[in-house]
């Protein structure tokens, strides 16, 4: 079993910058593909980043792709999510999740974190 934590959601300003953290115990991460979702109020959960095990790749969604950096330490079992020029609508609860293989991360995940509070005025 891998339990992931996540940290560093908060309330920000339009325009501002935010650094997630995921932790993951129980288990290396370190063969994992790793990813970040996000859910709004009344919205479906999205995939918005993905990274292989090795960061040889990563998936961006379209509405973050050039503002969010996704990122991961093997030797510290930690994954991380740096959002630049966040805007009102990257409001949402954001979670972390695992998954055994890099075409499965963004469809079904194995593992999920308990998801961090990110709440941007305007």
């Known amino acids: 079993q891998v339990q992931l934590v996540e940290s560093g959601g908060g309330l920000v300003q339009a325009g501002d910058s935010l650094r997630l953290s995921c932790a993951a115990s129980?288990?290396?991460?370190?063969?994992?593909?790793m990813g970040w979702f996000r859910q709004a109020p009344g919205r479906e959960r999205e995939c918005v980043s993905a990274?292989?095990?090795?960061?040889?790749?990563?998936y961006y969604g379209d509405s973050v792709r050039g503002r969010f950096t996704i990122s991961r330490d093997n030797a510290k079992n930690t994954v991380s999510l740096q959002m630049n020029s966040l805007k009102p609508e990257d409001t949402a609860v954001y979670y972390c999740?695992?998954?055994?293989?890099?075409?499965?991360?963004?469809?079904?995940?194995?593992?999920w974190g308990q998801g961090t509070q990110v709440t941007v005025s305007s």
């Open positions: 999740a695992a998954s055994e293989s890099y075409s499965d991360i963004r469809y079904r995940p194995d593992y």
């Open positions: 990274i292989t095990w090795n960061s040889g790749r990563r």
């Open positions: 129980g288990r290396t991460i370190s063969s994992y593909a």
